[in-house]
């Protein structure tokens, strides 16, 4: 093996698994420093702790309720028993609100788990093989793009029977081409960096230059667009239970369906619909803030 070749299998090697890590530890430390970054992971903490140890954290059922103190203009506000009060049928408001944790982040992270997994595979297909494959697949793509996004999850969740199945699928179907764009677009940017010419200056096959060279230093935008849709699909989720498309039983708490459900008591018992709407802000915040800071410690050009 001439010296040549000895360089380029080390620059195809050595220099390119160090791309990736080192980039991920120099984000990380940035993640440190920054007081956003360090706000919206303890606020997408705080939604996690909630949602996993709800039966622990919840005063009462949530499902079980008293109609006997509920009138049509009339609804118990906070109390010593009840601190952020009673709903429209007489349940617990805070237990509902913590059990809504955990169903809002169930869709989101299975949702986007799907949509992402697939909107990748497609992407990493377009991306590596190009040619008519990259042609078809981006113009499917493009079809599914073309329609509004909340609007393909409504169409999608209406052709579904109301579940919670349903809603999962139709925000993955929403994320599907916005991942496969993005991972095919870095991978593009990829392919005429100085390690990928010096893999196929050696000789190494064009699959294992995708697999092991382009595609692992591809994915710092597809993390970033990982945390910011799971906001999206928080907000998606409650949509979709709001317009009646979520599970099928109104006893299940969700964040959506309990604004969908208080809409003629504004007047009388407005923090029916506070507490939830603050429910989703709090946590769609954590994301966006810990996305935002996240994208700016990956890309140095957005570095303060």
Same mark, same amino acid.
């Given at each position: 093996?001439?010296?040549?070749?000895?360089?380029?299998?080390?620059?195809?090697?050595?220099?390119?698994?160090?791309?990736?890590?080192?980039?991920?530890?120099?984000?990380?430390?940035?993640?440190?420093?920054?007081? =956003?970054?360090?706000?919206?992971?303890?606020?997408?903490?705080?939604?996690?702790?909630?949602?996993?140890?709800?039966?622990?954290?919840?005063?009462?059922?949530?499902?079980?309720?008293?109609?006997?103190?509920?009138?049509?203009?009339?609804?118990?506000?906070?109390?010593?028993?009840?601190?952020?009060?009673?709903?429209?049928?007489?349940?617990?408001?805070?237990?509902?609100?913590?059990?809504?944790?955990?169903?809002?982040?169930?869709?989101?992270?299975?949702?986007?788990?799907?949509?992402?997994?697939?909107?990748?595979?497609?992407?990493?297909?377009?991306?590596?093989?190009?040619?008519?494959?990259?042609?078809?697949?981006?113009?499917?793509?493009?079809?599914?793009?073309?329609?509004?996004?909340?609007?393909?999850?409504?169409?999608?969740?209406?052709?579904?029977?109301?579940?919670?199945?349903?809603?999962?699928?139709?925000?993955?179907?929403?994320?599907?081409?916005?991942?496969?764009?993005?991972?095919?677009?870095?991978?593009?940017?990829?392919?005429?960096?100085?390690?990928?010419?010096?893999?196929?200056?050696?000789?190494?096959?064009?699959?294992?230059?995708?697999?092991?060279?382009?595609?692992?230093?591809?994915?710092?935008?597809?993390?970033?667009?990982?945390?910011?849709?799971?906001?999206?699909?928080?907000?998606?989720?409650?949509?979709?239970?709001?317009?009646?498309?979520?599970?099928?039983?109104?006893?299940?708490?969700?964040?959506?369906?309990?604004?969908?459900?208080?809409?003629?008591?504004?007047?009388?018992?407005?923090?029916?619909?506070?507490?939830?709407?603050?429910?989703?802000?709090?946590? =769609?915040?954590?994301?966006?803030?810990?996305?935002?800071?996240?994208?700016?410690?990956?890309?140095?050009?957005?570095?303060?």
């Amino acid at each position: 093996m001439s010296i040549a070749e000895s360089e380029a299998r080390l620059l195809s090697t050595e220099h390119t698994g160090d791309i990736a890590g080192s980039r991920m530890r120099e984000a990380f430390r940035q993640l440190r420093r920054n007081p =956003v970054a360090i706000l919206g992971a303890a606020l997408i903490t705080l939604f996690v702790v909630v949602a996993v140890f709800a039966p622990w954290l919840a005063p009462h059922s949530p499902t079980a309720g008293d109609l006997s103190q509920i009138t049509l203009s009339h609804v118990p506000g906070p109390s010593a028993e009840h601190p952020l009060g009673l709903d429209t049928q007489g349940r617990d408001e805070l237990s509902r609100i913590i059990y809504g944790a955990r169903a809002s982040l169930l869709i989101g992270v299975v949702s986007l788990s799907l949509g992402a997994l697939v909107g990748m595979l497609i992407g990493a297909l377009a991306g590596g093989l190009g040619g008519w494959v990259d042609s078809l697949l981006m113009r499917l793509m493009d079809i599914m793009l073309a329609v509004p996004g909340l609007l393909f999850a409504i169409a999608v969740a209406a052709v579904l029977q109301p579940s919670l199945r349903s809603v999962m699928i139709a925000i993955a179907v929403v994320n599907v081409p916005v991942f496969a764009r993005l991972l095919r677009a870095s991978m593009i940017g990829q392919r005429h960096s100085d390690y990928v010419l010096a893999a196929r200056s050696i000789g190494v096959r064009r699959w294992r230059i995708i697999v092991g060279h382009v595609l692992p230093n591809s994915l710092a935008p597809v993390i970033v667009q990982g945390t910011l849709s799971l906001a999206t699909a928080i907000i998606d989720a409650a949509g979709l239970a709001f317009l009646g498309l979520g599970s099928a039983d109104p006893s299940v708490p969700e964040w959506g369906r309990m604004l969908a459900d208080t809409q003629q008591y504004l007047q009388s018992a407005p923090q029916l619909a506070l507490f939830p709407g603050l429910a989703i802000v709090v946590s =769609v915040l954590g994301f966006n803030l810990l996305g935002d800071a996240l994208r700016e410690a990956l890309d140095p050009k957005l570095r303060r």
